[in-house]
């Protein structure tokens, strides 16, 4: 499968943890997004990289929230110190080339439950 | 206002039925507009992209009126395969994100 992938799928964790998601992009895609969808909301933007280089950030990205892509290839989301309203689906998506208009591929999502 | 509004529905419409649905953006200087497709409990899908002259792929259609700020998709001949969740989606200016609406869920019926 060539697709955008994220691990893992379902995520259940208490309030105060911490949590870690991952995105592999489609191989050959320079830009990755992290997206937040809450039932009945279209996604959010979170933030995105071109390559390794975090290029903006959503004001929604408070500072428990960091997003790396060390290596221009796979990213991570971290959310520290998880509270309830973090419940959400997360979504990655990657796009090849320098221009926004290019189409945004979305993997499957990651949900997340905070008890 | 929100940037990007859409009707929520549901829109229930038998099958062969056309269905459209709207959709309208607050900042005039918004430069890209999509409709995506997202189906229950899974990702968005680009449906098509909306193009100032207008567009027709197939069944579906899509407008945008840049005067009135105003998106829209126009679906023939409804099938039981598009009940989904249509999202209208918007590009500010100088942005490389992507804005979504709500979304517009349809239900086709036999």
């Known amino acids: 499968d060539t697709g955008v992938s994220q691990n893992p799928r379902h995520k259940i964790t208490k309030r105060g943890q911490n949590v870690t998601f991952r995105c592999d992009p489609i191989s050959e895609h320079n830009r990755l997004y992290w997206y937040r969808q809450t039932l009945g909301q279209g996604p959010e933007f979170l933030t995105y990289?071109?390559?390794?280089?975090?290029?903006?950030k959503s004001r929604l990205l408070s500072d428990r929230f960091s997003a790396e892509r060390p290596k221009g290839s796979f990213s991570t989301l971290e959310i520290q110190r998880t509270e309830q309203g973090d419940s959400a689906m997360y979504l990655c998506?990657?796009?090849?080339?320098?221009?926004?208009?290019?189409?945004?591929?979305f993997g499957p999502g990651t949900r997340l439950t905070v008890l | 206002r929100k940037e990007v509004e859409q009707d929520p529905g549901p829109f229930n419409v038998p099958e062969g039925a056309t269905v459209a649905f709207n959709c309208t953006y607050s900042?005039?200087?918004?430069?890209?507009f999509f409709w995506y497709r997202q189906d229950c409990r899974k990702e968005p899908k680009l449906l098509m992209s909306?193009?100032?002259s207008g567009n027709e792929d197939g069944r579906f259609t899509a407008q945008l009126n840049r005067a009135s700020q105003y998106i829209s998709l126009l679906i023939r001949d409804s099938k039981l395969s598009d009940s989904a969740t249509y999202l209208c989606?918007?590009?500010?200016?100088?942005?490389?994100?992507?804005?979504f609406g709500k979304g517009t869920m349809l239900l086709v019926s036999p």
């Open positions: 990289f071109q390559n390794e280089a975090q290029l903006e």
């Open positions: 989606v918007v590009t500010p200016p100088g942005y490389s994100t992507l804005t």
């Open positions: 998506a990657s796009s090849r080339g320098m221009s926004g208009y290019n189409e945004q591929f």
């Open positions: 900042n005039s200087a918004s430069q890209s």
């Open positions: 909306v193009y100032s």
